[in-house]
């Protein structure tokens, strides 16, 4: 079962490629051979991770973890530009940490506010039209690029619920109990210990005011090292503002009351310390048993809280709620909410700082590889079937440097040489595409 749960996620996201751009020319009357205007293609669709407040389980995606946006259209004639791809936007519970790894690094974004939108991946730009290749000597273009394919990303997806509360304490303590009791939700309740298997949230008000209160499973001792369930739940209470810790006065399952308030303090601090320096509010719960009433004054001695925060309620018999209640709300006034609104229209992944012109150069059994973001967007927009689009790339190797370097290198007539999907034969210095099929790619 753990490992299980469905709190986190693994999902691929592709944003559409972009359109490609058209490689036209206008017949207008008198002009016996018309100028380029073949227009842009539209960009590719997003992926958009999008924080929605009605949700709270990332359940859907065992059933769905691929989204794919749609491809922009093509440019036409008389410089039509294509229509942009639709985006795709994917519903996430607000509190969705996504994470990434791009160039080796892995990168994290929180979307703990509603409404709040992460680019988890980028449509593809459209290809240029043959009118953005006109120049004074060179008025008849037939190139024009194919649209830039879109991202393509694998995220994953882990839900730590923001809760302004969590309910802490051993299996039994009544935690789900007390949730019933103070909000609408309706968990299991049952007298045997890890009832609860997966966190339960509760709005609940308190005169003007409401919070939400989270109540997970129960933790015991090595909680913090995995033991029992809680270890899986804490991080759905690590960003909450305060905890009400709740303890079974009345030791129904033999153990002793005061020993658990210190346990569960300590799981706490071995897994994260700034978990147990979160203001706690203790509810010394099932007073309505006489075994309860019997060890109230002894228990009490134990918990180095303040009369102020610390309670003695039934959740049995709603004795004490409203009390309860009251100080959370008040206390709560106090503690600055950790969750800002949205910062920004739309969130996105920080763009690392590598210079998109380095490039490397890898021998391989037949020639060699030219490895490189610019380079590889370049043959990746190239449509090999126009026979000016082999010139570009030429003036591109050799502007770029790259020729010169490959000369360094030893590169010699009849290598093959190999740039993201393409293989060219190099003769002198020139090169020529080889058609797909007469290769192995990759
Ligand atoms: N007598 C009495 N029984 C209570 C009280 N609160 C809860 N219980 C009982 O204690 C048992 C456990 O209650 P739960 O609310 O399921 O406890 P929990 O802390 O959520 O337990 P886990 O989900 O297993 O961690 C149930 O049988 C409840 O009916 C109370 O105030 N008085
Ligand atoms: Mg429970």
Redesign the pocket.
Known sequence: MPGDFYDQARIFVQAGDGGDGAATFSREKYVPRGGPDGGDGGRGGHVILLADPGLNTLLPFRERSRFVAERGGNGGTSRKHGRNGRDTTIRVPVGTVARTTIDGETYEIDLDAPGLRLLAARGGRGGLGNTHFATSTYQTPRIAELGEPGERREIEIELKLLADVG?V????????????VISAAR???????????QPNLGVVEVGEQSFVAA?I??LIEGAHRGAGLGFDFLRHIERTRLLIH?I?A?G?DGRDPAGDFNAINEELRLYQPALAARPQIVAL?????PE?RANLARVRVAIDLPDSDVFV?????REGIDALLQRVAARLADIPALHQPPRAAMLSWPVPRVDERLYTITPVSDGWRVSGRRIERLISMTNFAQSEAIMRIQRVLEASGISAALLAAGIRNGDILYIERAAFDWEDGEVSYRVPGSYATR
């Open positions: 309910l304490g051993f299996p039994n303590a009544g935690k789900s109990t007390l949730l019933s968990p299991k309740i049952a007298p045997y210990p890890f009832t609860t298997l109540d499973p129960g709740m079974d009345a129904v719960n099932k007073a309505d048993l309860a309620i039934s959740a049995a018999t």
